[in-house]
């Protein structure tokens, strides 16, 4: 398998995915800003969507999008990072997947653009206090989304919400969401990501 990604994009989430689950993967970095691989191949011929992640099967076939990917991944080795499909916890994994990819992947994404208004970011960083309002009493009780056990969306989730750093948004006001964050962090299977991602920083932080 192939993973096409980009240090720091919501990639991370099934870089992640792919060392808890212990498979073995080629990591193809792309650069966002232009498009291109390190061999100056266009992205675009590869993903016409133009974004990562991207995971390409041996037999050449490719799934994009993130909460599809992290249980493509999972279902590779089933019982470790999902619930059986059909189970009522199944769902629950797809609600939590479902949740991180609408109301926070995408509340966080016009943050980045330097053209979105002044007070459109005042109004998406108040969307996302709201989320971590909700998050942080969950987890203040259990130590993953799920509850004792990670999973992938526990993957998505870590992900996204790094995106507080270079954003510059404090999580202090929510104790157990900065926690969590901490606690994934420290997971081996995170920092061997990370360290592929960000080979000139020593360990993971959030």
């Not at 130590?143 to 750093?165: C, E, K, R």
Request: net charge neutral; charged share 20%; with cysteine.
């Amino acid at each position: 398998m192939k993973l096409y990604y980009s240090p720091g994009a919501c990639s991370f989430a099934p870089h992640i995915a792919l060392h808890e689950a212990g498979l073995s993967f080629e990591p193809v970095k792309v650069d966002l800003r232009t498009h291109k691989l390190a061999d100056g191949t266009d992205y675009y011929t590869i993903n016409p969507k133009g974004y990562v992640p991207l995971l390409e099967l041996d037999d050449g076939t490719r799934l994009s999008e993130v909460a599809v990917i992290v249980q493509y991944i999972a279902d590779r080795k089933p019982g470790t990072l999902a619930p059986a499909f059909g189970s009522l916890e199944r769902y629950r994994l797809m609600e939590w997947l479902n949740f991180v990819a609408t109301e926070l992947h995408k509340q966080f994404s016009p943050l980045f653009y330097p053209d979105t208004p002044d007070a459109t970011k005042q109004a998406q960083r108040a969307r996302l206090a709201k989320r971590f309002d909700y998050l942080n009493p969950i987890l203040a009780k259990q130590p993953f989304l799920m509850g004792q056990s990670f999973t992938v969306a526990d993957a998505y989730l870590h992900a996204i919400v790094n995106w507080s750093n270079p954003l510059k948004i404090d999580l202090s006001p929510w104790p157990a969401l900065q926690e969590y964050q901490q606690r994934i962090a420290a997971r081996p299977a995170v920092q061997a990501a990370y360290r592929t991602e960000h080979p000139d920083k020593a360990v993971a932080t959030a």
